[in-house]
């Protein structure tokens, strides 16, 4: 049953390894690219060391301890690399192919200022049906009510 354990280990991660080399080789900038040996790959590495760590505590007679703080240096120094390199990069205004929440917030506010200045025109001869012809908001009279 142990076997199984240390295979199912291994092969985890193997697997997450792969995936996160994979994403490190595939994704466009910086900020993506982080993601693939932070994530994966350290919850990759982790499994591989924690399979090893176990079977030469069974397997021999000594506990086998060096694996164990090796995964805990491992989870401790990766996220704090990853953020300061994240930091480098906002510091030097490296450009980013992902938007930012602040030009979806500016371009959900002026679609919706835009579609105010819509309905109200497009709602005055509605007749109280409280929809604007393809706008699908209330008017201003029914959200009162």
Not at 73 to 95: E, G, Q
Not at 113 to 140: C, F, H, I, V
């Amino acid at each position: 049953m142990l076997e199984y354990f240390l295979s199912f280990l291994i092969l985890t991660g193997a697997l997450l390894t792969f995936i996160g080399s994979l994403g490190l080789v595939r994704l466009k900038d910086l900020y993506t690219r982080l993601h693939g040996p932070t994530k994966a790959t350290t919850l990759g590495v982790g499994c591989l060391l924690i399979a090893s760590s176990i079977y030469f505590s069974t397997y021999t007679e000594n506990i086998s301890l060096h694996e164990v703080l090796i995964t805990l240096f491992l989870f401790i120094t990766a996220p704090v690399s990853a953020h300061l390199l994240a930091k480098a990069a906002l510091h030097l205004n490296l450009h980013s192919i992902a938007k930012t929440p602040e030009n979806d917030i500016e371009a959900e506010s002026s679609a919706a200022d835009n579609t105010e200045l819509s309905g109200n025109t497009e709602n005055t001869g509605s007749g109280g049906s409280g929809t604007a012809q393809g706008n699908p908001q209330k008017a201003p009279d029914q959200i009162r009510q």
